[in-house]
């Protein structure tokens, strides 16, 4: 079984961190980012330390998806910082490839939305490229609802995407 943990709780290993950067950098898991991670394999150790260097922020909050030594997914929220948006926090998330369409991103969304209730957040926004029907169905199941799109608000691999945004307020 899956466990998920929630990252202020949980030091992950060398191996699992490694498994988490590979993740991020994988070919096939282009659709939840805007900007793909770099993962310099040619110097893991320096990866490792300054991941495990970088100051908790208090603002940052998510879970992991473990599966043994391995991350297979995550979810994320970042509690804006404008003192009028202070209520709200931006939602990101992914699942490796492989475990996909299992309810695992599901499981990690709900996980997230009980911190931000759990904390006082009142606000959950979030957003996806507009042809990402597996992020869509995830966010409309989790009971956030389409606020809008933004017509060729990105530029990835050369042609212009659009983005749907999303919001729950709590």
């Known amino acids: 079984m899956?466990?998920?943990a929630y990252m202020r709780e949980c030091r992950l290993s060398d191996e699992q961190l490694i498994?988490?950067?590979e993740m991020l950098c994988a070919p096939d898991q282009t659709e939840w980012d805007y900007e793909p991670a770099v993962f310099d394999r040619s110097d893991v150790a320096r990866e490792i330390r300054e991941f495990r260097q970088r100051p908790s922020q208090e603002r940052n909050h998510g879970f992991w998806a473990l599966d043994g030594n391995r991350v297979i997914g995550f979810a994320g929220m970042y509690q804006l910082p404008e003192l009028s948006r202070q209520h709200c926090a931006e939602l990101s998330f992914g699942v490796a490839k492989s475990f996909t369409r299992q309810g695992l991103g599901y499981?990690?969304?709900c996980a997230a939305l009980a911190k931000a209730r759990?904390?006082?957040l009142r606000r959950?926004?979030?957003d996806c490229f507009a042809d990402n029907l597996g992020a869509i169905a995830l966010l409309r199941?989790?009971?956030l609802q389409e606020e809008g799109v933004r017509v060729g608000a990105m530029m990835k691999e050369g042609r212009l995407r659009d983005i749907r945004l999303f919001g729950l307020t709590l």
């Open 141 to 143: 199941k989790a009971g």
């Open 107 to 109: 499981r990690l969304v």
């Open 2 to 4: 899956t466990e998920i």
């Open 19 to 21: 498994s988490f950067f």
């Open 118 to 120: 759990e904390i006082g």
């Open 124 to 126: 959950i926004e979030a």
